[in-house]
Structure formats: C-alpha cells, structure tokens
C-alpha cells in the first residue's frame, strides 16, 4: 500500500469527523459564548481542511498513467 492510499482513506474520514463535530457544536448552541462549542466548530473546520488536503494531495500525486 503507498502512502498516496493511505492518504485517500484518511482524507475522507478526516473530512467525515471535522463535519460531524462542526454540527456537533452548531446544534449544541451558545457558539462564541460557550468556549467548548467554539473551540469544536474551530477544530471541526481545521479536521475538515486536513483531511480535504490530504485527499488532494493523493490525487495530485497519482502518476499520469495511472488512471488507464
């Protein structure tokens, strides 16, 4: 398994779980007054960001025959 793979499994999981925690901490309210919701719609937008980069980065990488 290469790493470009690897990284087009994590990627999307990555992407999955930063989406998941944005909602989490939308729907629990009070998002820039409770520090907790703020700091998880923050770290849900940088998971999502990661993983939306690694999943570029390994279909940039692929070689240009690879898609045959």
Do not use: D, Y
């Not at 998941?20 to 939308?26: E, F, L, S």
């Not at 937008?45 to 999943?55: E, K, P, V």
Request: charged share 5%; hydrophobic share 60%; net charge positive.
């Amino acid at each position: 398994m290469s790493i470009l793979t690897l990284f087009m499994i994590v990627g999307p999981v990555a992407m999955l779980a930063g989406v998941a925690m944005m909602v989490i901490a939308i729907r629990s309210g009070g998002v820039g007054e409770q520090p907790k919701s703020t700091v998880m719609l923050m770290s849900g937008m940088m998971a999502c960001a990661f993983g939306i980069m690694l999943t570029a980065f390994s279909i940039a990488g692929q070689p240009v025959g690879a898609a045959r």
